[in-house]
């Protein structure tokens, strides 16, 4: 103890004694924090009855405090805790850039002003009670390292990691292998530290070459041209003795330790031998504008606060660095994260999600040109004008001080530099359908509707953003087509926009197929490969339709062709053809099955990212809806996007589509709309889940509605929103929704501010299905890498899938509810039994066909027949793995530890057995982790769906959470085997 005080003495600069135990906080802490942050801000910082605080900050006791345990630690650039960043003058840091070290001065605002003046007495005793650790009594905390677990086997796994690739400079290698990986491997590599996978610096236990090399080719990543304030070496230090906060703790003590010198040693006759290995090889000028420029700005502005963008942020995982010092391997991965939040497409900057993000909202200012943030408008720089890029003109971006320009300019000008370097194609066409009205809904394409035309327009985006058209003309004459005969469904354009894919047929007789036009040629056909060879089986038509294309140039569409069951099947709910998804890849004419659902699956696109967006039906007793899914191109991570519950108000999403911000549009209606069309409705997937929050200046809305169908006490119908460059979307709208057929026009909507305008009309005519033609910035596909939770990996060929539930209870909570109320964790749940659906048997075309197997419930009726394949066990902490055939429709039916099957809980939106309302599925060689614990939930999933008790205040910041979120009794059990003969 008394070597602690003494510590504490030389890093504040002046001794004090410590009151009685229990009493610090109570006594000197509590007073200065409610005096400045609470009762002289009208108690902003204090909870109220519902659990809320301004910041989701509440100051009212130690423990209040303690939840946000991330306010009070000086992370990654920053000097000083957040909570003294915000609520003191602010403080300059020291960035690193390809061209030297640049002093930004922190612009963190706070609504509450200055409530700390540094060198006032409260400042004094606020940073020594920070530096000591903040404990209750005051005492300095033991930041030792603690680690539990072995070293994992296994490489890590990054981009530009190549284990065939002989280690260079060799005798650097062998020095490292024999010093310092044995230090890394003793001191960070224990499978609750650095040897976790979702780690950066991922340690392996070195057993094997591969295991190795990947060990020296992270290190080296994590070093910089002055080793000793490298991350490497920089994080795992004592602060006291020139390091930076590490979650880790104290790793040394002191420079002298005989492992730091090792390291350190090491570093240094690496970087004077081979200083091109810490630098990054033909940099690009956008990267090098990211690294001097925008990065620095991004400290600048708070942006890599712990609870901000950290890696322990869900979407926006910006790497922090130490004290201002950044790795090669933060300033790659900052940059490639930073860059596909830029809309490339676009000329205006304001349609990047990362400028956008930090704009006035509309809600927050009508003339604003932003969308909702947690963090607020921190790129708002002109004096309450809402930004626009016009603003820039004049300000020195390239070598202006970065303290006196506006961030924006910044962000706006890297901007300007990506898109030339992209040099993408502007939009140059407009592609819709006519047809006669009467289109049915969105399931029903087995219905032959002749009739329909291919239209095809020259079109531009005018100075004001406004879509100009040129006379259209129909391309449907070269493709062997005539529009007095064809059904044509669905166009999209390729991701270059200079190829434009559809679903046609020309008679009832014949299933719709896919057919592929060249816009620059005129050449049109059906798309030589993707066929089924078979046109009909068992009364049903093979139908081929709803056909997008991905970033890679594979396409993927909804198909009848029933591969998984040996034939086409119908669906439970209606007995229509059952559409599911396949992938064809043209380089080598292969198509495998995406999805394996009883219902519809239909209407894929793309996110941003390279991961398909889809409508998928689930029928189940007493719930029937259209909702919106994602999924990786490669199978893995069938996973919910959005409406997957009715607390949005309706029962319908179809027709999704990303946005050039991030967001994603979709039409939202009354299940079994007419012509499937109700709303045309956004949602900002990052700040809420599927539920209408309210809008009290708390919680942010995730949905927003900038054209009202009837369903939304608005008028008309409307549906198949098409995205342009420039953020606006093309939609069909019907100005009479109480039409038995709707006759839709063309109509175009800027949905952050709405407003709506006709573009194109034809009387008597409907004009659907729009799509534009551009080129759209290749930001890739995502794959299935096995990095984390809902990250998983794909062994291709097997036919098992292999499931990891770190916490069964806690995803059976968001079976059913997912809004910010709570979540409704089952301590009954003691196993589930997990169910395999069938499909209708062949020949059965309708319900009274198999009349012992329907269900009837206030939806209607429906057929079911489902089978149990095995019981599955929880361990004591909710944990479990299976292992199960790939590509089956299951579903799970919970029990308690005898197996004996529960009932409903109280609070439930469902009465009666405890099963799931949807089905779901794995990919065939899916090996997958699934939930995160309860324990760790609020931190990582918390503030979009809300905490577990539902009180916003315990939406919190657990630190261990990337290292011990896959810790758990099941991890390394053999899971329960369900493959059977």
């Known amino acids: 103890m008394r070597r602690a ?21 109570d006594d000197r802490i509590a007073p200065a924090l409610r005096e400045s942050c609470g009762i002289t801000t009208s108690g902003c910082h204090l909870a109220d009855e519902r659990g809320r605080a301004m910041g989701n900050l509440d100051i009212g006791s130690y423990d209040a405090l303690m939840r946000r345990q991330d306010v009070l630690v000086p992370y990654g650039p920053y000097p000083r805790p957040l909570l003294l960043l915000k609520a003191s003058e602010p403080v300059e840091v020291a960035v690193d850039t390809l061209d030297g070290t640049v002093n930004v001065v922190t612009d963190i605002r706070h609504g509450g002003g200055v409530n ?26 033991d930041r030792r390292p603690s680690a539990e677990g072995e070293c ?56 094997t070459e591969e295991e190795r090399r990947w060990n020296y080719w992270i290190a080296v990543r994590h070093l910089g041209e002055d080793p000793a304030a490298s991350e490497l070496l920089r994080r795992p230090l004592a602060p006291a003795r020139g390091g930076t906060f590490h979650v880790g703790g104290d790793t040394f003590a002191e420079t002298q330790d005989a492992g730091y010198r090792a390291i350190l040693g090491w570093a240094e006759e690496l970087v004077s031998a081979a200083p091109e290995h810490v630098r990054e090889p033909a940099a690009s000028e956008g990267y090098r504008y990211f690294v001097n420029r925008v990065q620095p700005m991004l400290v600048r502005k708070g942006c890599m606060a712990l609870a901000c963008h950290s ?5 926006f995982e910006l790497r922090g660095g130490a004290g201002g010092s950044f790795s090669r391997f933060a300033r790659e991965r900052n940059y490639a994260l930073a860059r596909r939040f830029l809309a490339l497409e676009s000329p205006d900057p304001n349609q990047s999600r990362i ?47 970065l303290n006196a320009i506006p961030a924006y300019c910044v962000l706006a000008r890297w901007h300007a530099l990506e898109r030339a370097a992209a040099a993408l194609a502007p939009l140059h066409h407009l592609a819709w359908i006519e047809r006669p009205p009467g289109i049915g809904e969105a399931t029903d394409f087995d219905t032959y509707r002749p009739g329909a035309d291919l239209r095809l327009a020259e079109a531009s985006l005018g100075a004001d953003g406004a879509v100009a058209l040129e006379p259209s003309r129909s391309v449907l004459g070269a493709c062997g087509l005539a529009a007095d005969r064809a059904d044509v469904r669905r166009p999209r354009a390729s991701w270059d926009g200079a190829r434009l894919a559809f ?133 893995g991570d069938y996973h919910p996007l959005f409406a997957s519950r009715g607390s949005l108000g309706f029962e319908q999403a179809t027709d999704v589509g990303a946005l050039p911000d991030g967001s994603f549009v979709f039409t939202a209606a009354a299940l079994h709309a007419t012509d499937g069309a109700g709303s045309i409705a956004v949602f900002n997937r990052s700040v809420g889940p599927d539920t209408r929050e309210p809008d009290d200046g708390v919680l942010l809305r995730a949905l927003t509605i900038p054209v009202r169908g009837a369903v939304e006490r608005g008028e008309g119908a409307h549906r198949s929103p098409a995205v342009l460059p420039n953020g606006r979307v093309v939609f069909s709208c019907a100005s009479d929704a109480s039409a038995t057929a709707l006759d839709f026009d063309l109509c175009v909507v800027e949905p952050r501010r709405a407003g709506t305008t006709r573009l194109l009309s034809r009387p008597g005519v409907a004009l659907l299905d729009a799509v534009a033609l551009y080129g759209r910035p290749d930001r890739g596909v995502l794959v299935s890498d096995g990095a984390g939770i809902d990250h998983p990996l794909i062994e291709a060929g097997a036919p098992d899938a292999v499931v990891h539930f770190n916490d069964f209870p806690m995803i059976q909570s968001l079976m059913f509810v997912n809004d910010r109320r709570g979540r409704p964790i089952d301590p009954r ?21 198999v009349a012992d197997r329907i269900v009837s419930d206030a939806r209607g009726r429906f057929f079911s027949e489902a089978a149990p394949i095995g019981w599955v066990p929880l361990y004591a902490d909710g944990s479990a793995r299976m292992r199960l055939p790939g590509g089956l429709a299951i579903s ?16 439930m939106p469902f009465a009666g057995p405890a099963r799931q309302r949807e089905h779901e599925q794995y990919y065939p060689g899916e090996r997958i982790q699934r939930s995160i614990p309860r324990r760790f939930f609020n931190t990582a999933c918390g503030s979009c769906h809300g905490s577990v008790s539902g009180r916003e205040l315990d939406v919190t910041v657990n630190l261990d959470v990337i290292s011990g979120a896959s810790i758990n009794l099941a991890r390394d059990a053999a899971p329960t085997d369900l493959m059977r003969p």
């Open 5 to 25: 005080r003494l510590l504490l003495v030389l890093l504040t600069g002046c001794a004090y004694e410590l009151p009685p135990d229990g009493s610090y906080y």
């Open 116 to 141: 700390f003046e540094q060198g006032s007495r409260t400042f004094r005793e606020l940073v020594r009670w920070l530096d000591a650790g903040f404990s209750r009594t005051g005492a300095p905390i």
């Open 152 to 207: 994992l086997p296994g490489a890590g796994r990054a981009a530009g990691f190549a284990a065939e690739a002989e280690p260079s400079p060799a005798a650097s290698y062998a020095r490292f292998v024999s010093e310092v990986q044995p230090v890394l491997v003793e001191r960070c590599g224990s499978g609750s530290c650095h040897g976790a996978p979702l780690a950066d610096l991922r340690i392996a236990c070195g057993e």
């Open 311 to 315: 890696p322990i942020s869900v979407v």
């Open 355 to 401: 400028v956008a993000k930090n704009l006035f909202p509309p809600n927050v200012r009508s003339d604003g040109d932003g969308i909702a943030h947690r963090g607020g408008s921190l790129l708002e720089d002109f004096a309450g004008r809402p930004a626009r890029a016009e603003d820039c003109d004049g300000v020195d971006v390239d070598g202006g001080d």
């Open 503 to 635: 679903a046609a047929r020309a008679s009832a007789a014949e299933p719709l197929r896919i057919y592929e036009l060249d816009v620059a040629s005129g050449a049109c056909g059906p798309l030589a490969g993707v066929a089924a060879a078979m046109t009909e089986a068992g009364g049903i038509l093979v139908h081929d339709l709803d056909p997008a294309y991905a970033p890679n140039g594979d396409v993927v569409f909804a198909s009848t062709r029933g591969t998984s069951h040996g034939r086409p099947t119908r669906t439970p709910a209606a007995f229509q053809p059952n559409a599911d998804l396949y992938v064809f890849t043209p380089s080598t004419g292969a198509t495998r099955q995406l999805t394996f659902l009883l219902d519809q699956e239909l209407a894929p696109a793309f996110m941003q990212d390279g991961r398909v967006i889809y409508t998928m039906e689930k029928r189940e007793q007493d719930f029937h809806m259209l909702a919106l899914r994602r999924q990786n191109l490669d199978g």
């Open 829 to 849: 749940i003691g196993g589930f039994e997990v169910l395999r659906h069938q499909p209708p048997p062949a020949g059965a075309h309708r319900p009274e066909d």
């Open 892 to 907: 799970y039916r919970m029990t308690d530890a005898s197996g004996a099957e529960l009932t409903m809980a109280d609070g």
